[in-house]
């Protein structure tokens, strides 16, 4: 009789699969500590076994061939739905393991379909071999709306770490998570983004959808709207504005480099903080839309009206590259709040021909501010700030603080849309320097105006010290001795 393997067993069918290798505890979650015996039970040889011990899951054992050509939406299903089975009391813990390969997903939810189990859990983990070890191709048939993961509610506390995810479809969509309390506490470390996708992850529901955290990730590809939107209201909520509970997102030593669209886009909901990397975007949007026209965004807030507390952000010790004039740093209509960037730089190609008019930050002021806060930053080109006539004279709502105007002096570097209101901006202690060094902007010569700073004439002699008959000459001091200076004259 010729040897089955475990793994031509487990592709025949998860009838087999339950029936066997998942009854009472797996492999994985049988063994002792590392030395591959089975857990002790009974009186005086350990405690019982309970259901609450960490159970693993590798998709290769579920049939996941991984070599980029086979579908594996199967094995990812599968995997998904043995993680919700085991959920207990309303914690699950179940590892999800990807190994290194090239994985392809063609059906969408087949990664993570949060609709089961049907109470709220706390606890799922995915673990991929390493940043582009594993990698995920998502290719279903149609791009605009199918996802690879969703969470309706159920899960918080879930966990991605150490793997690529690629669109192979254009205008696919990476995670959608709909939350009216329970959708929470997401993680990713040391993951990746590839390919054209509508959405990274889309966020909708009317209460939480918060505390996520994105360390040592790189976003890739490019976005037709968004890599992470905060309020999308595709289920038509009475009031779109119960979305700004929706708080709380650090991005931590992230490389953000994809080729347009936007990075963050939050008409709702807020609490942001991006710590350390690189922002870049690399080109330019392939076609005009009537939202964005031809501009790419990495931190874009388009609603005003906002409740109280949720309108904060804050950019420290990043270097920015405004590689055209269609990039936006920021774009920002809020009408209180914070801004603040420290510690930050975009001048990287201040060089450039078009560096000296791009405005890469605006903004929208109120009598409420936002108020406005850059220190100890290199700024190219100018910044814009919106006002309206009807507003009347403002507060200074904005302010730099020993900050590097690379391009133009603090009287031409900010350029008001509406009325005209200088004085809603303040600059402390800030220098102004072009590409090569020197200062933005040189006094211009002609007949009228002479190239040195200070006039000649009878009252301010060209000369600081002119020799003649009233001031002699002094001759050179014997060797040894020393000149006196012009003040013990």
Known sequence: MPRVSRRQI?????????????????????VGPGDGSVAP????????????????VNVADLGAVGDG???DSWAFERAYQLAADRVLRGVGRTVIEIPAGEFLITRPYALMNGVAPTQPTNGLRFSGAGKRMTTLVFRPDVGPGSYMCRNEN?????????????SATPGASFFSSFSTGQAQD?????????GEWEFGFALDGTDTNSEMLWEACRVGGSYRRAFLYSGLTGRKQSDPNDQDQFLNYWFNDMKVEYGWGNFLEFPYGGSISCRGGSYIITGTRPQSTEEYGTTSTFFRFPVAQHHDSVQRFHAEDIRFEVRNPDVRIIDSTWKSGTIHFSDCDDTGLAFKDYAAEVRPHRYTVGPRGPLIRYDSCQLVGRHEYRTTAQQGPLPTVARYDMCLLRSHPESEFVVFEGADQPELVSFVDCLDGSADGTPAESAPTGPDVPAESAPTGPEAPAEAAPTGPAVPASPPPPVGETAPSVAGR
């Open 186 to 194: 997401y993680r990713f470390s040391e993951c990746e983004w590839m």
């Open 41 to 56: 039970v009974g009186p005086g040889l350990g405690r019982p076994f309970t259901g609450l011990r960490t159970f693993v």
């Open 10 to 30: 487990l592709r025949g069918g998860a009838s087999v699969l339950a029936a066997t290798a998942l009854t009472g505890h797996s492999a994985s979650a049988a």
């Open 69 to 71: 050509r086979a579908d």
């Open 154 to 166: 159920i899960w918080a506390n879930l966990s991605f770490e150490r793997m690529q995810f690629r």
